[in-house]
C-alpha cells in the first residue's frame, strides 16, 4: 500500500483546540446567505420544504454540491424524520442534475459531522455530493495544493440551473 504523508496537517491540528467556536447566537454563513434571499450570487440553486442545495464556493471539483437543512443542527442524529428523507431524496435529485449537466463517471456523497471530522461549518451540517471523474486529481493538488476547476462557479451554476428548472416543469405537467 502506498502512503502520502501531509505534515502540515499536524500544525492544523495542533492549533484546533486555540479556534474560537461562532457565538451560538449568530446564524450560519448558510442561514446568512438563505435570508439575503440573492439565490444565484450566493450559489442557492434550489430550495425545497425542509433542506436546500447550494454550490460550495471552495468545491473539490466542479459541481460540488452542499445539502443543508433550514433548520441548524450539528449532527445528523437530531434531524427529524422528514428532514432525512428529505436529505436522502434531494441526494438523488443532486446526482440526477449532475449526472445531465456534467456527466460525472462516479458521485461522492458524504458528511463531516463535527470540526474533529474536518467540518468546516460544524454548527450547521450539510451533506457532500460531489462529481468525480476518472484522473480528476492531477500534480496540482499535490505539488502546489492547488485545485484546477475547468469551469467558472457561475458557468456551473447557470448550466445546473437550466437543468434544474427543466426538472421542475417535467414534474409539474406529470
Not at 496537517?9 to 448558510?30: G, K, L, N
Not at 430550495?47 to 471539483?61: A, D, K, S, T
Not at 462529481?131 to 467558472?152: I, Y
Request: one cysteine or more; charged letters at 20%.
Amino acid at each position: 500500500m502506498d502512503r502520502m504523508w501531509s505534515p502540515w496537517r499536524s500544525e492544523y491540528v495542533a492549533e484546533a483546540a486555540d479556534r474560537t467556536p461562532p457565538p451560538s447566537d449568530t446564524a450560519s454563513i448558510f442561514t446568512q446567505l438563505l435570508e439575503e434571499d440573492n439565490d444565484p450570487e450566493n450559489l442557492i440553486l434550489w430550495r425545497g420544504e425542509q433542506v436546500f442545495v447550494i454550490m460550495n464556493l471552495y468545491p473539490y471539483n466542479n459541481g460540488h454540491l452542499l445539502i443543508v437543512p433550514y433548520r441548524e443542527v450539528d449532527t445528523y442524529r437530531v434531524l427529524t424524520a422528514a428532514e432525512q428523507t428529505a436529505i436522502a431524496t434531494t441526494i438523488g435529485r443532486c446526482i440526477g442534475w449532475l449526472e445531465a449537466t456534467l456527466s460525472p463517471e462516479g458521485v461522492n456523497v458524504g458528511m463531516n459531522l463535527g470540526a474533529a471530522a474536518g467540518a468546516g461549518i460544524p454548527e450547521h451540517m450539510h451533506v457532500h455530493v460531489v462529481p468525480r471523474w476518472t484522473g480528476d486529481t492531477n500534480f496540482m493538488s499535490t505539488t502546489a495544493e492547488t485545485r484546477v476547476l475547468p469551469e467558472d462557479l457561475s458557468t456551473t451554476y447557470d448550466k445546473l440551473r437550466a437543468v434544474i428548472d427543466d426538472d421542475a416543469s417535467s414534474s409539474a405537467s406529470r
